[in-house]
């Protein structure tokens, strides 16, 4: 499975919750392949806990006698982990993005620059080379602002303003 961005695992999480809520059965490896290796053994400490309060109790035969003991299904040791991992996600999302981006712009730059200066050494031309290369591995092309794109620019610019004064 390929690995997750951050906006993807947070949704993915999101609706292993709701499916986790609904009662859908999933296997081990189902669970854990959302959560990071702190977050599985947060889970299998969580569980070995409940298997010693099961070896220690009797099953209690009412919810506040559950509550009391800290009795818990592993539905619920896992819904536990999983909004704790949630929490976790989103708190960290702004940290992730930049992190990607920034691993974006390292793959573009090495894109543009290998192209750029294969090129160069065989005597072509180094820029279309590299925008070109670019364009192949799926990037935006480094290309100038027409004269054109300013006006457009400007006049979005102009019509958001415009109606963000009539929304107040």
Do not use: C
């Amino acid at each position: 499975m390929p690995k997750l961005n951050a906006t993807q695992l947070i949704t993915r999480i999101e609706q292993r919750i709701a499916d986790l809520e609904n009662g859908a059965l999933f296997e081990a490896r189902d669970i854990n392949s959302l959560l990071n290796e702190h977050q599985r053994f947060e889970l299998k400490e969580a569980w070995a806990h409940q298997q010693q309060l099961r070896k220690a109790h009797k099953p209690p035969k009412s919810a506040e006698a559950m509550e009391a003991i800290g009795w818990k299904t592993i539905r619920e040791v896992r819904l536990e982990i999983y909004r704790n991992a949630l929490a976790s996600a989103k708190g960290s999302i702004l940290d992730d993005l930049k992190a990607e981006q920034a691993r974006k712009e390292a793959r573009k730059a090495k894109v543009f620059l290998d192209a750029f200066f294969d090129a160069k050494q065989k005597g072509k031309n180094a820029q279309s080379a590299g925008n070109i290369a670019m364009t192949r591995a799926g990037f935006r092309a480094n290309k100038k602002d027409t004269p054109y794109d300013d006006e457009v620019r400007r006049e979005e610019q102009a019509l958001m303003s415009k109606n963000f004064d009539n929304q107040e």
